[in-house]
């Protein structure tokens, strides 16, 4: 029997790392956890009591131009894209601070509120230890139809706006 470790062959530098999703801790001031959500693959969870009306996290990300956000939205399976303006776009899979993992919901208890050009998720109502946070993506009617599978007995049956 060896004692000798494996020899692992390196990593070829063009090959990205996957990072693992995380939450970042600057971003938030309340515990949030992700775990799989019955919603769609990762959720944030609170860990703690979240009161209505309090900041809940940070949307960050690299900060990209319409037509950058065009090129990755087609070439991309999953996006985590956040239009911030007519201009700018937030890519949440960059640099990303957990909460693009937070999924579409029809009846929501956060809301997304763009204050000095950052993006805010603000409790819509108190928030329970062990709820799973989400908002409504609100997509336009005009862009892909993205089924939804929020379960809430309000469901529009989309993630697009109808009207």
């Given at each position: 029997m060896s004692t000798k470790a494996a020899?692992?062959?390196?990593?070829?530098?063009?090959?990205?790392?996957?990072?693992?999703?995380?939450?970042?801790?600057?971003?938030?001031r309340f515990k949030l956890r992700l775990a799989y959500s019955p919603i769609h693959r990762w959720g944030v969870y609170a860990e703690e009591g979240i009161p209505k009306g309090r900041k809940v996290i940070e949307y960050t990300g690299e900060k990209i131009s319409r037509k950058?956000?065009?090129?990755?939205?087609?070439?991309?399976?999953?996006?985590?894209l956040f239009t911030l303006n007519s201009y700018w776009t937030v890519d949440?899979?960059?640099?990303?601070?957990?909460?693009?993992?937070?999924?579409?919901?029809?009846?929501p208890n956060c809301c997304a509120r763009i204050v000095k050009g950052h993006i805010l998720y603000v409790a819509k109502r108190d928030i329970l230890p062990g709820e799973e946070l989400t908002i409504d993506y609100r997509f336009d009617k005009d862009v892909d139809v993205v089924a939804c599978k929020c379960g809430s007995t309000v469901c529009r049956g989309t993630i697009n706006l109808k009207e």
């Open positions: 020899r692992v062959p390196a990593r070829p530098a063009e090959q990205p790392v996957a990072v693992p999703p995380r939450i970042d801790p600057k971003a938030t950058e956000t065009k090129r990755r939205y087609a070439e991309r399976a999953e996006n985590y949440g899979a960059v640099g990303g601070s957990g909460a693009q993992y937070i999924n579409h919901c029809c009846e």
